[in-house]
């Protein structure tokens, strides 16, 4: 049974770089049909599509975070990385990493990470 | 981007009664609709992907309907642990989009 844990640091400085690592178990990231996401929720408030990764390496991000994000693969680690620069208080949020089932009638994210919060102060 | 709205965005209900969740896409999205439920201080659930396909192991009690730009998760008789925040999602277009969530409370 896949299982993913997020690590980094909770509570991280205005203007400064996030860096979180999403650890997959029982399972590899290169496996086929699948690709690797991130997610977002900020506390009482709806979720937030961040980007995506195959194993190939290829990315998507979301428009609204484009500029300042980046998601990668390590498949000898089987993990994917997240980096958002330039943070404020608004990018503090509980930060989920999912596995994405990807076919050609739907996309949907299973199983997720417990999720880590990350806090943004000075 | 795609909006999804859902209503209602909170319900009171007991121990049995038939719930309906609806969620609307701002554009036709065919059945690339997914519903998650989540409890608090956890990470979402898949419960129904592509509009109607019951996840392996979520209750037969739940259920999905809908095309284009209306749909409806459907819970047929409430059990105690159904009590959190559902939402949905779609994946048409990038960047995929959540609705706000309904949370199902105790009446």
């Known amino acids: 049974q896949v299982q993913l844990q997020e690590s980094g640091p909770g509570l991280v400085k205005p203007s400064q770089t996030l860096s979180l690592t999403c650890t997959v178990s029982?399972?590899?990231?290169?496996?086929?049909?699948?690709?690797w996401s991130w997610i977002r929720q900020p506390a009482g408030k709806g979720l937030e599509w961040i980007g995506r990764?195959?194993?190939?390496?290829?990315?998507n991000y979301n428009p609204s975070l484009n500029s300042r994000v980046t998601i990668s693969v390590d498949t000898s680690k089987n993990q994917f990385s997240l980096k958002l620069s330039f943070l404020t208080a608004a990018d503090t949020a509980v930060y989920y990493c999912?596995?994405?089932?990807?076919?050609?009638?739907?996309?949907?994210?299973?199983?997720w990470g417990q999720g880590t919060l990350v806090t943004v102060s000075s | 981007d795609i909006q999804m709205t859902q209503s209602p965005s909170s319900l009171s209900a007991s121990v049995g009664d038939r719930v309906t969740i609806t969620c609307r896409a701002s554009?036709?999205?065919?059945?690339?609709l997914i519903w998650y439920q989540q409890k608090p201080g956890k990470a979402p659930k898949l419960l129904i992907y592509?509009?109607?396909n019951l996840q392996s192991g979520v209750p037969s009690r739940f259920s999905g309907s809908g095309s284009g730009t209306d749909f409806t998760l459907t819970i047929s008789s409430l059990q105690p642990e159904d009590f959190a925040t559902y939402c949905c999602q779609q994946s048409y277009s990038l960047p995929w989009t959540f609705g706000q969530g309904t949370k199902v409370d105790i009446k």
């Open positions: 990764v195959y194993p190939s390496g290829s990315t």
């Open positions: 554009q036709s999205i065919s059945t690339y």
């Open positions: 029982g399972g590899s990231v290169s496996s086929g049909g699948y690709y």
């Open positions: 592509a509009a109607s």
């Open positions: 999912a596995r994405v089932t990807e076919t050609t009638f739907s996309d949907w994210f299973d199983p």
